[in-house]
């Protein structure tokens, strides 16, 4: 383990990082305790329920699609939850760019820290699994806060571009690393053969070099990343998960490493694990779904018909 963690690292695939522009943007919201940081986060996320009508049609549409025998009026309910937790995890997204490490270390508790220790001791790097749930952003900066080493977080750019910079300063201050997304699986292959920790997001629908998979009862399309990285280096799968806790604390929930199938045969492997990952993200949305990031346009690939205006690309899918 690194024996500072706040230690500045060298960041080469990072993109720029313009502390101003996000110190600035904590100036905005200040600091306030954690009622009033709940408050605020609720009237921006009310604000984006209200004014969103596009987005609040993917969410109720995917909520509906997900859990067909919910009424309305729990679909309406949670759909508008979604927007709080959205809007307060963007407040605290934005007081961590002025965030001393103590503040992180106190707003967070770790659940299954022994899972980690023994994977880190074995010594053949960690394939950490997450989803958009809680505050998946401050949860993988108290990682490297509380391990005492860096997380290599691979990311997509973000836009505008001065958003994209605004969050990865927030992301990286405490020694995280950026991969970006495009070409990245030689730095992921890098990174874990240097017994490092490489964090993925696994439940957003990729179609490029995918796999399917069944998610929440309807096939889906998920990125085999982690699987094949955990193939190639014989290293752990872990899944972590932060959870927003009523007080504004937060709870870090790390799975025991996911039972890895290994048969020989590379492509069914990959598929089998791709799939057990999903389950593992599907049953932390189903404890937590008004946490949940549902306007992301999971079930695109293959029925397009739940999101108004999205024109599905004429490619046959490979299963």
């Not at 305790?33 to 049609?57: C, K, N, Q």
């Not at 969050?167 to 490092?196: S, Y």
Request: net charge positive.
């Amino acid at each position: 383990m690194n024996p500072n963690p706040f230690k500045a690292h060298d960041r080469h695939d990072e993109p720029p990082q313009p502390r101003r522009l996000a110190e600035s943007g904590s100036v905005l919201t200040g600091s306030p305790r954690p009622g009033g940081r709940i408050r605020l986060g609720r009237l921006f996320g009310e604000l984006g329920y209200r004014l969103g009508g596009p987005y609040r049609t993917i969410v109720q549409r995917n909520l509906k699609f997900a859990f067909p025998s919910w009424p309305e009026r729990r679909i309406a309910e949670v759909s508008r939850r979604v927007f709080h937790n959205l809007g307060m995890t963007l407040i605290e997204m934005v007081q961590c760019a002025r965030m001393p490490p103590s503040d992180l270390l106190a707003r967070c508790r770790l659940k299954g820290e022994d899972h980690f220790i023994r994977a880190l001791e074995a010594g053949r790097g960690i394939v950490l699994v997450s989803a958009h749930l809680g505050n998946w952003e401050i949860g993988l900066q108290y990682l490297a806060c509380h391990l005492g080493q860096r997380v290599h977080l691979v990311v997509r750019p973000l836009v505008p571009r001065w958003l994209d910079q605004w969050v990865n300063h927030a992301r990286t201050r405490f020694g995280n690393h950026l991969i970006l997304k495009k070409q990245a699986f030689p730095k992921m292959l890098k990174a874990i053969r240097a017994d490092g920790i490489v964090a993925l997001m696994v439940d957003l629908s990729s179609r490029k070099q995918s796999v399917a998979v069944d998610y929440f009862g309807h096939r889906a399309r998920v990125s085999p990343a982690a699987a094949l990285l955990a193939a190639r280096c014989n290293s752990a799968i872990i899944a972590a998960f932060t959870i927003r806790n009523p007080d504004g604390s937060f709870s870090i929930e790390v799975s025991a490493p996911v039972a890895v199938q290994r048969s020989g045969n590379l492509k069914n492997d990959l598929k089998c694990n791709a799939q057990r990952i999903t389950g593992i993200v599907e049953k932390a949305v189903r404890e937590h779904p008004d946490q949940y990031l549902w306007l992301q346009k999971r079930w695109k690939d293959y029925h397009p018909y739940l999101y108004p205006g999205y024109r599905p690309q004429p490619q046959p899918l490979d299963e």
